[in-house]
DNA sequence: ACTTACGGTAAGCAAATACTTACCATTAAG
DNA sequence: CTTAATGGTAAGTATTTGCTTACCGTAAGT
């Protein structure tokens, strides 16, 4: 299940979290992503690398623009670590309660 | 929606996210935690400092022990988190997908 | 062909952060 | 009361990592 491991390094930066965000309504280009942000166009070019890896974006190119698009892959393999974490949880917390109670009676 | 800052940045680190892990299934005390891993107690309490403060843990003293579990607040932000997410970029994905379909009649 | 726009990579630097050792406080047990 | 067990905090170090400048490559426009 840690196949999201990237994923979760990926996201602990506030700064990719903003650009994964910014690319949540619509496809952009790195350009246009970098401004508005504070850090210059490379340091948004290593950040797209690491959310890459983490297959949290996809990127195409369209002309001399690099295109980058949310991809379902990560946010999905994120979404179903938590679930599953805290399904298992919730199921050990049961377990646990029973457990206690056989032992008060 | 970013009442789960503080919970990602948590959870970029890998020993904390052994340590999450570790607690999935059972409570456990600081020392308890801290053996199987390859970090002092210290780095272990400061670590579980972290995760207190992103709500994904909770604690409470047992005599001399400190007994640490998951924190469903914590869990359940990063999870609302990420399916409002999935959510919102699929409907800027079909509302993109029609737009360009008019483009094209 | 020349120029402009776009963007990836490298090297170096600066800031953040994870880790260690040392120390102290609290609680239980002898 | 003394000792052992547990764990939080402080100070300092070391590693990581995010950022910048500089440079180069590629694709489109003139």
Redesign the interface.
């Known amino acids: 299940m840690s196949a999201c ?1 990237k994923a ?2 990926a ?4 700064t990719r ?1 903003l650009i994964f ?1 910014k ?5 952009l280009a790195v350009v246009d992503i970098a401004d508005g942000l504070s850090v210059s166009r490379p340091a948004v070019s290593q950040h797209l690398k690491v959310l890459r890896e983490a297959k949290l974006i996809t990127m195409y190119q369209k002309g001399t623009r690099s295109i980058c698009q ?1 991809d ?1 892959e990560g ?2 393999a ?2 179903n670590y ?2 599953n ?2 399904n ?2 919730l199921a ?1 917390f049961k377990l ?1 309660a029973e457990q206690t109670e056989k032992d008060h009676e």
Request: net charge negative.
């Open positions: 491991e979760f390094n996201l602990g930066d506030p979290r965000e690319l949540r309504d619509r496809p949310v379902r946010v999905l994120m979404r938590l679930d974490f805290w298992e949880a050990a646990i």
